[in-house]
């Protein structure tokens, strides 16, 4: 094989990626024999890197004069690097021959970037699954790494199709439960509102309805990092504990299962169809009612000041629930099909 075309088959392979270590040790070597090889080397690097508008244009007849008068009015062309001595004809020739040399690799090189680079650009469309709960309805669900995922009442969560190679994304809206498999390589990162979860493989809960002031993660198992716009440092939290971050505040406050109990387990619960009333307004019991039982809700009459609804009822009817509470609350109820009204004496 003739050692030109041999050297400039192995620089096209080197800034390509596929030559191999032998490969780029010729090139190497070649680089250091003489300066003109050294700059040659560096104006092939810097035509490879440089950002083409359109590649094609490379095999037009034009952008090949272009390239080559670009490269010989260069200010440091290669007969500039040569010393006094060196500058007889002889050299000169060699020096354009090289010349040529370099504006033929040049253009093989483009034609073959054009190739490589082709199917680079090639943007892959990967669908987004959405699953949204109306009010009175839950659901679990699979994501594409095996993670599941409890989807409560009044809530949406969407995904891609297929998870990409370095992160599991997932966006919320209300709340869900996570069982997240592990996978050290791929963090998986939950995003509700302006708070992310960032986990590996643990067992945790997300509220974050936007009607709501704070949105709270508990967890179960495991270990997650909690980040929020005004906190990029974010906080860690361990297993039996949880946040709560105030959205108008901005602001992160911890909390356990040995300090907050009914709270934690109001978090954990809600997919096994515990529904928990910690301390409750009117307006939080309506919220719940409307959202667990799907049903819109009037009110007659002037309710009471002092609501504060304290509570478990597990896989109730509706009437059960409110037979259960209406009487300490001074209300009697009527319930048609969907529609609830609750009349205050």
């Known amino acids: 094989m003739d050692e030109e075309l041999d050297i400039n088959q192995l620089i096209t392979r080197y800034l390509n990626g596929q030559a191999s270590l032998s490969e780029k040790k010729k090139v190497f070597a070649w680089v250091k024999e003489s300066p003109l090889n050294q700059y040659q080397f560096d104006k092939l690097k810097d035509y490879w890197e440089k950002d083409t508008a359109d590649p094609k244009l490379i095999n037009h007849e034009f952008q090949k004069q272009k390239l080559w008068?670009?490269?010989?009015?260069?200010s440091d062309s290669p007969s500039e690097l040569l010393s006094a001595k060196q500058k007889s004809g002889r050299i000169r020739w060699i020096s354009i021959a090289a010349s040529i040399s370099l504006l033929l690799t040049v253009t093989a090189i483009f034609s073959i970037r054009e190739k490589l680079s082709a199917p680079q650009t090639i943007e892959i469309e990967v669908a987004t699954i959405?699953?949204?709960?109306?009010?009175?309805?839950?659901s679990q669900a699979q994501l594409p790494d095996g993670s599941k995922v409890w989807l409560n009442a009044d809530s949406k969560?969407?995904?891609p199709e297929k998870f990409s190679d370095s992160v599991r994304l997932v966006q919320l809206e209300g709340e869900a439960f996570f069982d997240v498999q592990h996978d050290s390589d791929r963090p998986f990162i939950v995003i509700a509102d302006n708070v992310s979860v960032r986990v590996l493989g643990t067992k945790f809960n997300v509220n974050a309805f936007p009607n709501q002031q704070d949105i709270n993660i508990s967890l179960l198992e495991g270990s997650i990092n909690v980040t929020a716009d005004s906190?990029?440092?974010?906080?860690?939290?361990?297993?039996?504990?949880g946040v709560s971050y105030s959205k108008q505040l901005a602001v992160f406050r911890e909390f356990s299962k040995e300090s907050n109990p009914t709270m934690f387990d109001k978090a954990i619960s809600w997919k096994n169809g515990k529904l928990i009333f910690d301390g409750d307004d009117l307006e939080?019991?309506?919220?719940?009612?409307?959202r667990w039982y799907g049903v819109t809700v009037k009110i007659v009459g002037v309710p009471q000041n002092d609501w504060r609804l304290m509570g478990t009822f597990e896989n109730e009817y509706l009437t059960n629930v409110l037979d259960a509470i209406a009487y300490?609350?001074?209300?009697?109820?009527?319930?048609?099909?969907?529609?609830?009204?609750?009349?205050?004496?």
Do not use: A, H
């Open 69 to 74: 008068k670009q490269y010989l009015d260069s």
């Open 130 to 138: 959405e699953k949204y709960n109306p009010i009175g309805q839950k």
């Open 157 to 159: 969560i969407s995904y």
């Open 231 to 241: 906190n990029m440092d974010g906080l860690l939290v361990e297993p039996s504990n």
């Open 284 to 290: 939080d019991f309506v919220t719940e009612i409307n």
């Open 328 to 345: 300490n609350k001074g209300f009697t109820y009527d319930l048609k099909e969907k529609e609830l009204t609750l009349i205050f004496n």
